[in-house]
């Protein structure tokens, strides 16, 4: 788990069989509890809340439903940090803040007086001379002073956790083999494309695609951004089974979106020659209540999160 930020706390020490994560937008809170309970997590509560004051919000909702001194992860949003690939840094724990500082200067654009690192391998490929990691780094600010607020709440703030790893989370649920999965998570304006296989994150790459409003374009502009779609997420596959000499992914996933249609679906499918699916949050977790595929969107990274729970009972 990367950890941005760790509080001493006594739930950070072990496998945590419970957890409140969190997501942060300017107005809106997003909340999922968890446990572990007859070998499946079930979740207790997901919900939204809107706010004008973060602080006495959260304190309201620890309050309302009993959660004081229960671990929190909390999940940034992805304008709140940036994830380099960088050759791996030879240092000590104690020197690596110092480290990535000098040698990602030109890469991150947080000040540098404000900025702070964490990392996570990438599985070395064939190909290269040196292993590589992922490093994410956010402004020191932002997470000391939110962090407060969330151990004042009433929580026990555990970690900070970014998408891509709530992502991987989510792929790893399937990879009890040696096959590949592609997960496409495809936004109004640009389309991720990460590829994990054996639990860990090898490719992770932004594409510039506009896949808004289908109101806002013609029939023909929209299909040629799925074409486009198609061909990109053939390029990344291609280029990860090059890189680290493997075979063609064995699974394809979108993450629940209402700007792909199921019809557009079938299409890339039939293009790729391999079948793309809708993820679905309902086989890894137990809920009162199934989510349809906008609150499976809006809460995917939480409910991501909650994955790492260790399986008791």
Known sequence: MISLHRQKSRKTATI???????????????????????????????????YDNFKAELASIVKKN????????????????????????PVVNAEFQAAAKWKLKDAVH?????????????PKSPLETSNKIMVAATRFSLIHAKSEEINESGLEMACIDIPELTYRNLTAFYEQDQKST???????????????????????????????????????????????????????????QNQWRMPSPGRYFVVPTQLISSEELSYISQRLGSPVKFLTIDDMVQMDKALDMFHQRKFICLLGETLRLERTG
């Open 16 to 50: 945590l069989s419970e957890v409140v994560c969190l997501g942060i937008k300017p107005k809106e809170l997003t909340l999922v509890y968890a446990h572990s309970t007859s070998g499946k997590l079930k979740i207790e509560i997901c919900e939204s809340y809107p």
């Open 66 to 89: 009993n959660l004081r001194f229960k671990p929190c992860i909390w999940v940034l949003q992805p304008k709140e940090y940036e994830l380099v690939l960088a050759d791996a840094m």
């Open 110 to 122: 947080f000040p540098k007086d404000d900025v702070i690192f964490d990392q996570f391998p990438v």
């Open 182 to 240: 592609v997960l496409i998570v495809v936004k109004e304006n640009q389309v991720q494309v990460l590829i994990t296989c054996q639990k860990q994150i090898f490719f992770n790459r932004y594409i510039n695609i506009e896949l808004g409003s289908k109101q806002t374009v013609n029939a023909e502009e929209h299909q040629k951004k799925i074409d486009r779609l198609e061909l990109e997420i053939l390029r990344s596959s291609e280029y990860f």
